[in-house]
């Protein structure tokens, strides 16, 4: 079998698994060049955001940041904010990455929320090369999100189909991994600590700022569930 | 913010992103010996990474002011009994979104 035929099974094998993110990402993307355009931002700052930052919400929080006052430092701070979850990604990545060999920078280059959640859990079948599947799936999410916000871009304020609510896409990708994991057990006590420490948080500092407090107490259950555990296998 | 600083600014955006994707990589090399704990939470901090990022797309719901989280609420339920019906994960996606698109723009 030649280079390009594995290339080839790799890709048929990872297409069916980045469905859901094509629709959310054809949605939130378009909706994103439209955005940029409403913000007086044009097709080049939109493909650049799109194709050099490839990070979603960051994206969306920053559309407006361009119409104001040249500010790079906060702007440098609000990235770390709004993107310190990626920490978490690398570090549940560092081993499912080993073996990736000159891939392995370009994977960790296209990590964003719906790729990580993918390259996570999906398994290539029998006779499809792991890292061939993982670059497929993680470069045809990065192409859905880069074409769809130039799309979004070129259609401007032309759209009017009705999709409303088309983005809860994204958050039924998510569910159905958390459920395929609460099916699989072997994870059930930090997943429920992750929605747990999650909505404490929400609930406590709201919407806006929750993302920081909430991983910082996710971290430190782990760590103590983890210390206990330790200490208890330690005794017996 | 004429062109240039447009352009330094997504450079500075970028570099922050880079560096939120790469620093664990650079802080725990592969072929290191990296400490047991790490080892263990890069175990199960997947499993509670996807709890926090449920809440994450659901963070704008709110419950105090109608419809009350009712689109939300009904469409995650439609997800989960997709899901233990069938297990198949695109049907329980795309049912679970279609039933929210419903909801959102006729029902409530």
Same mark, same amino acid.
């Given at each position: 079998m030649t280079r390009r035929d594995e290339w080839m099974r790799a890709a048929r094998a990872a297409f069916p698994h980045t469905l859901p993110v094509l629709t959310g990402f054809a949605f939130l993307g378009i909706a994103y060049g439209i955005l940029m355009r409403a913000q007086g931002q044009g097709l080049a700052l939109t493909a650049c955001m799109s194709a050099i930052v490839f990070a979603g919400s960051m994206q969306y929080l920053a559309a407006p940041l361009f119409a104001l006052g040249f500010a790079p430092l906060s702007a440098f701070l609000l990235t770390l904010m709004v993107n310190a979850r990626h920490l978490f990604y690398g570090i549940s990545m560092l081993d499912r990455l080993r073996g990736t060999g000159k891939w392995k920078n370009l994977l960790i280059f296209l990590m964003c929320d719906e790729t990580f959640s993918l390259l996570l859990n999906a398994q290539p079948p029998r006779g499809v090369d792991r890292t061939r599947f993982m670059v497929c799936i993680a470069v045809m999410d990065y192409l859905y999100w880069v074409l769809a916000s130039v799309a979004g871009?070129?259609? /401007?304020?032309?759209?009017?189909?009705?999709? %409303? #609510?088309?983005?809860?896409?994204?958050?039924?990708?998510?569910?159905?991994?958390?459920?395929?994991?609460?099916? /699989?057990?072997?994870?059930?006590?930090?997943?429920?600590? /992750?929605?747990?420490?999650?909505?404490?948080?929400?609930?406590a500092v709201g919407a806006e700022q929750f993302m920081l407090p909430a991983m910082a107490a996710i971290l430190a259950t782990l760590l103590i569930w983890q210390a206990l555990r330790t200490r208890r296998e330690a005794a017996q | 913010m004429n062109g240039m600083e447009k352009a330094m600014t997504v450079a500075v955006i970028a570099a922050a992103t880079v560096l939120t994707r790469f620093l664990p990589f650079w802080i725990f090399p592969q /072929?290191?010996?990296?400490?047991?704990?790490?080892?263990?939470?890069? %175990?199960?901090?997947? @499993?509670?990474?996807? #709890?926090?990022?449920?809440? @994450?797309?659901l963070r704008g719901v709110d419950l105090t002011a109608p419809p009350y989280g009712l689109p939300e609420g009904i469409a995650v339920a439609v997800v989960a009994l997709l899901h233990a019906w069938r297990h198949n994960t695109l049907l329980s996606i795309g049912g679970g979104t279609l039933a929210y698109m419903l909801l959102v723009q006729t029902v409530f």
């Open positions: 871009s070129l259609l /401007g304020a032309v759209l009017t189909l009705n999709v %409303e #609510g088309i983005d809860f896409v994204l958050t039924a990708l998510f569910l159905v991994i958390f459920l395929n994991q609460w099916h /699989g057990c072997a994870g059930r006590w930090p997943a429920a600590a /992750g929605v747990l420490c999650s909505l404490l948080c929400l609930a | /072929g290191r010996r990296r400490p047991a704990w790490l080892t263990r939470l890069s %175990e199960s901090l997947p @499993y509670a990474v996807i #709890g926090l990022l449920v809440v @994450y797309c």
